[in-house]
């Protein structure tokens, strides 16, 4: 991800000798994101990855600790935090909240295909299952209240056409604010985007970035998780991907009436979210060089094409 607090390799070197790691041999900055500094680190004893947390409350991070543990233990292959010699898995740096964590091996998948798809539905699902009954909570900062805001900003400023499609939105996220549908909750990674899960041919190898992780719906992280995964080269949703990562979850969990009834709404609240960050992001970056800024329009004309949805849940698996 972009870098916003560099590290030397001095300062670095000062870090790692709190750890049984052994000396460092080389280090470089990781681009490609809008939120935390991360780095590729290689020591005597191996490589891992360096994240300094940018955004978000440091009274949250012993959450993110937690969880990461609990999933390595479910054997999910996530990044998990090393303890230094004093058993510590949370450091500072540079005056940033630090964390160590083991690199993963893989590679992003830029085309996906339905077997990749439907190994991620399945991963999530185990996700969900991991985190249920572990007593993890964590408040999102970009929920439905959140969303209702920056809607109502974004609107006193758009177009006529994108006013519209904001509009068309509100009653949406009133209804789910207000009556709280009682859909399966479980700890969602919040943003299981290609770029966030590593494969090695079609064996998922790793599952990245749970600095958004938070208590929510498990359908609502599986509507983000669609929304990026299952598109034409054109940007619409493709049928055959979605019913592939559907059946995938599926396979692990099997969905409830009730959430077949708000699926498509949590696919245009999944839009609308990034829609709302991205844009946040862009206006807040603009003029920052070095900042990898990701289009809002993308999402924009996904939620536009999501006025009309045709690939519902398979509650008959």
Known sequence: MSVFTPVSPEQLSGFLSAFELG??????????????????????????????IERGPTADLPF????????????????????????????????????????????????ADASHCHAVGRALAQLHEASVGSGLQRRSDRGLDWMLQQTERLRQRSDTRARQLLEEMVPVLERLHSQRPALPEAVLHGDLFRDNVLFEGHHLAGIIDFHNAFSGWALYDLAICVNDW?????????????????AGY????????????????????????????????????????????????????????????????????
């Open 250 to 317: 599926a396979s692990r969990r099997r969905f409830t009436p009730l959430e077949a009834e708000n699926w498509p709404d949590l696919l245009r609240v999944a839009a609308l979210r990034f829609w709302l960050s991205r844009q946040l992001a862009a206006d807040r970056y603009a003029e920052q060089g070095g900042v990898l800024i990701k289009a809002p329009a993308h999402f924009r004309e996904l939620l536009e094409r999501h006025r009309r949805i045709t690939v519902g849940l398979p509650l008959a698996l």
């Open 23 to 52: 000396r460092l041999i080389d280090h470089r900055d990781i681009l490609g994101g809008t939120e935390n500094s991360n780095f590729f680190v290689a020591t005597e004893r191996g490589e891992y990855v360096l994240t300094l």
């Open 230 to 246: 299952c598109l034409t080269a054109e940007g619409a949703l493709d049928a055959r991907l979605a019913e592939a990562l559907l």
């Open 64 to 111: 993110l600790v937690e969880l990461l543990d609990r999933l390595h233990q479910a054997g999910l292959p996530v990044p998990y935090a090393i303890r230094d010699r004093q058993g510590r898995a949370l450091h500072q740096l540079n005056g940033r909240p630090a964390l160590l964590q083991p690199r993963l091996f893989g590679t992003h998948v830029g085309a």
